[in-house]
């Protein structure tokens, strides 16, 4: 495709009609001329917007943009409503490639039902890998807001779902190639098929209507980071427990080909929830089929965490485990 505005045929055909409208708070959707979208909410209701790239991916591009930001609107406890997509392509690109992209943004939006309500694609030589940027705005009540600088000392940590578990997806397709050599196909299938676990959306409401005073969904930097982060946020310590924090068989195999930890791979889809009497939002959870387990508890001053009898320091995250190996 030519560099500049993708014309407005291709975005009638490809991208305009691969999206359905969902939600009744939407008033003004994408269109050709159209600046703005329209969002119509309550008095009593908070509007939450977050955005974030998709830039460490290629294959599962479109579909990780929604995720990856819904996440952050579930991680305040929200109700995500709808998503803006800007999409930079390299001009090698093929209208096939941008029609996969908009069709696996549009799978993703059904499976957390919001709508895809505007954006802007672009072909330029800007870019030599595809980027999409993502903004998501969703909607909470005024008295259920969650924040991530609201951990108390003595709650639980509770983590949900699998360290890694967005990387691994990432890695299992775009170097499917080379892992091919190493390992099964039905092995490189189950590690792709994780993103059907990337949306923590349920948990984020569950855990909210439980009484969870922070949330952070654990994106770069990983489970570690995410702690972390958590920690700076909300003025604690925190002590982790690494032996209880689940990885999947997958996880672990591929991040010992690769070299890298899958503590610190970026881990969407897995949350990391703050509250008291954890097990009891664990039992919550079970019972909606989501996986999770208590890690460790906030604690007054040090950052550390338990692994193999050490206690080590936590430390401000690094670079993502996931750049270490694009980049070589």
């Known amino acids: 495709m030519k560099i500049g505005k993708v014309p407005p045929y291709v975005l009638r055909e490809l991208v305009f009609n691969t999206i359905k409208n969902q939600r009744n708070e939407i008033i003004l959707g994408p269109g050709i001329g159209e600046d703005c979208s329209a969002i119509r909410l309550k008095d009593d209701e908070i509007f939450l917007v977050s955005t974030d790239p998709i830039t460490g991916a290629v294959e599962d591009a479109g579909y990780l943009a929604v995720h990856v930001s819904c996440n952050d609107i579930a991680s305040s406890g929200g109700e995500p409503i709808g998503i803006l997509l800007t999409i930079l392509l390299p001009e090698t690109s093929s209208a096939e490639q941008l029609h996969r992209f908009m069709k696996?943004?549009?799978?993703?939006?059904?499976?957390?039902?919001?709508?895809?309500?505007?954006?802007?694609?672009?072909?330029?030589?800007?870019?030599?890998?595809?980027?999409?940027?993502?903004?998501?705005?969703?909607?909470?009540?005024?008295?259920?807001?969650?924040?991530?600088?609201?951990?108390?000392?003595?709650?639980?940590?509770?983590?949900?779902?699998?360290?890694?578990?967005?990387?691994?997806?990432?890695?299992?397709?775009?170097?499917?190639?080379?892992?091919?050599?190493?390992?099964?196909?039905?092995?490189?299938?189950?590690?792709?098929?994780?993103?059907?676990?990337?949306?923590?959306?349920?948990?984020?409401?569950?855990?909210?209507?439980?009484?969870?005073?922070?949330?952070?969904?654990?994106?770069?930097?990983?489970?570690?980071?995410?702690?972390?982060?958590?920690?700076?946020?909300?003025?604690?310590?925190?002590?982790?427990?690494?032996?209880?924090?689940?990885?999947?068989?997958?996880?672990?195999?591929?991040?010992?080909?690769?070299?890298?930890?899958?503590?610190?791979?970026?881990?969407?889809?897995?949350?990391?929830?703050?509250?008291?009497?954890?097990?009891?939002?664990?039992?919550?959870?079970?019972?909606?089929?989501?996986?999770?387990?208590i890690i460790g508890r906030i604690t007054h001053k040090d950052r550390v965490y338990r692994h193999n009898n050490l206690i080590i320091p936590l430390e401000q995250p690094d670079t993502d485990e996931l750049y270490k190996v694009i980049a070589k």
């Open 104 to 293: 696996d943004a549009e799978k993703a939006a059904n499976e957390v039902n919001i709508e895809i309500i505007g954006g802007h694609t672009e072909i330029t030589d800007a870019v030599n890998r595809p980027v999409i940027s993502s903004t998501a705005i969703g909607k909470v009540h005024k008295d259920q807001i969650v924040y991530t600088n609201n951990a108390k000392i003595g709650q639980d940590i509770i983590m949900t779902k699998w360290a890694g578990l967005e990387g691994t997806t990432i890695l299992a397709k775009d170097f499917e190639k080379e892992l091919s050599s190493q390992f099964s196909k039905e092995f490189l299938e189950n590690a792709q098929s994780l993103n059907k676990s990337l949306s923590v959306v349920p948990e984020g409401r569950i855990a909210a209507q439980y009484g969870a005073t922070s949330m952070h969904d654990a994106t770069e930097g990983g489970i570690l980071g995410a702690v972390w982060e958590i920690a700076e946020a909300s003025n604690v310590g925190v002590e982790i427990f690494l032996d209880e924090v689940p990885v999947k068989k997958e996880t672990v195999d591929i991040c010992k080909h690769f070299g890298i930890s899958p503590y610190k791979l970026i881990s969407s889809g897995c949350m990391i929830i703050t509250a008291f009497e954890g097990q009891k939002l664990i039992d919550i959870l079970k019972k909606n089929d989501i996986d999770a387990k």
